[in-house]
C-alpha cells in the first residue's frame, strides 16, 4: 500500500544553520505534495504545495527564502529550513497525492524540528 | 501493513444521516488518538482526540476507541453540509488516508 516516509525523523540544530527534511512517496509517484507545521492546538497548517518541475506555491504569510522547498522528482520533496531559529522547532508533516489512486493523500510519519 | 488503515472513499449521505468513519491500526503502543477535517487547500484542523479506550462526545461528533481491537471511530449526528470534507483519524500523529465526505442537502 502507499507509503509515505520522512527523514530526519528527529533533528536538532544550533540557531543559524540550515536543516534539510526529506519527504518521499515510496511506492507511488506523486506529482503534487504538501508540507504542513504543527501548532500548539495541534491543528496543521498547510504552508505550501510542492508541485513536481516548477516552482511550490506557498501559503500567505509563509517565507519563501526561509522555507526552501525543492520537488526534484516524482517521489522526493525537500524542506530546507534556512537559518533556523527557535522560533522554527516544531513538528513538520509532509503528504503526496497519489494521482494514480483516485487523488488520494497519504500524510508521511512527521519531523520533530528543534532549534537550539 | 501499514500502521493506519483507512477506507478513503468517497461517502455520500443526506443532511441529517447519522455518519460512521473508521480506522483500523496496528501498533498496540499507540497512545492518544486524534480526528482532523480537512477542508480543500486548508491544514487538516484538530476535531476531537482521546487518550483512552471509551467514548468521548462533543456536540454531533462522538470519538471512540476500542484500544482491544486497536478499533477508532468517528461518529457524526445530524450531519449537514458543513460537514463534507476529508476525515483523517491519527493515532499518535501517524495520519490514515481520510475519509472523503459529502453531506447532500
Known amino acids: 500500500g502507499a507509503v509515505v516516509s520522512q527523514h530526519p525523523s528527529r533533528v536538532i540544530c544550533k540557531s543559524g544553520t540550515s536543516v534539510k527534511i526529506e519527504c518521499r512517496s515510496l511506492?507511488?509517484?506523486?506529482?503534487?505534495m504538501f508540507w504542513y507545521r504543527q501548532f500548539p492546538k495541534q491543528s496543521l497548517m498547510l504552508m505550501a504545495t510542492s508541485n513536481e518541475g516548477s516552482k511550490a506555491t506557498y501559503e500567505q504569510g509563509v517565507e519563501k527564502d526561509k522555507f526552501l522547498i525543492n520537488h526534484a522528482s516524482l517521489t522526493l520533496s525537500t524542506l530546507t529550513v534556512t537559518s533556523a531559529h527557535p522560533e522554527d522547532s516544531s513538528f513538520y508533516i509532509c503528504?503526496?497525492?497519489?494521482?494514480?489512486?483516485?487523488?488520494?493523500?497519504?500524510f508521511g510519519p512527521g519531523t520533530r524540528l528543534t532549534v537550539l | 501493513q501499514k500502521e493506519v488503515e483507512q477506507d478513503p472513499g468517497p461517502l455520500s449521505v443526506p443532511e441529517g444521516a447519522i455518519v460512521s468513519l473508521n480506522c483500523t491500526y496496528s501498533?498496540?503502543?499507540?497512545?492518544?488518538f486524534m480526528w482532523y477535517r480537512q477542508y480543500s487547500r486548508k491544514g487538516p484542523e484538530l476535531l476531537m482526540y482521546t487518550y483512552s479506550s471509551g467514548n468521548k462526545e462533543d456536540g454531533r461528533f462522538t470519538a471512540q476507541v476500542d484500544k482491544s481491537s486497536k478499533y477508532i471511530s468517528l461518529f457524526i449526528r445530524d450531519s449537514q453540509p458543513s460537514d463534507s470534507a476529508t476525515y483523517l483519524c491519527a493515532p499518535d500523529m501517524r495520519f490514515g488516508a481520510g475519509t472523503r465526505l459529502t453531506v447532500k442537502p
Open positions: 501498533n498496540s503502543a499507540f497512545q492518544y
Open positions: 511506492d507511488f509517484q506523486a506529482t503534487t
Open positions: 503528504s503526496a497525492i497519489d494521482s494514480g489512486g483516485r487523488d488520494t493523500q497519504y
